[in-house]
């Protein structure tokens, strides 16, 4: 089993920067890929990032391509989520997950372990 614990959110102004990390225990660190997604109100959970379980290799969705970037210490088990510009649109409850592997899913059914979420608002 994996536990995931995010921290970070918060309320922000369009064009600033946040970000969130994300602890977690219970399996080898680098035996598993580590995602991020978010949840609107009223919309389908989406991919935001995710990372490979050695760090190498990173995939972002469209939509925060250029401004958001994924990261993970190994030392600290954590992984880390830094965003930038951020937008309106932006405004989720963001999620953790770990992998089933150390490769990267951009799909929910890639990640068996999640995170409990945490309120990212970004205001106009």
Known sequence: QVQLVESGGGLVQAGDSL?????ASGRT?????MGWFRQAPGKEREFVAAISGSGGRT???DSVKGRFTI????????????????KPEDTAVYYCAAGKGP???????????WGQGTQVTVSS
């Open 19 to 23: 970000k969130l990390s994300c602890a």
């Open 29 to 33: 660190f680098s035996s598993y890929a």
């Open 59 to 61: 995939r972002y969705a």
């Open 71 to 86: 990261s993970r210490d190994a030392a600290k088990n954590t992984v880390y989520l830094q965003m930038n510009s951020l």
């Open 103 to 113: 490769f990267i899913a951009t799909y929910i059914a890639g990640y068996d372990y």
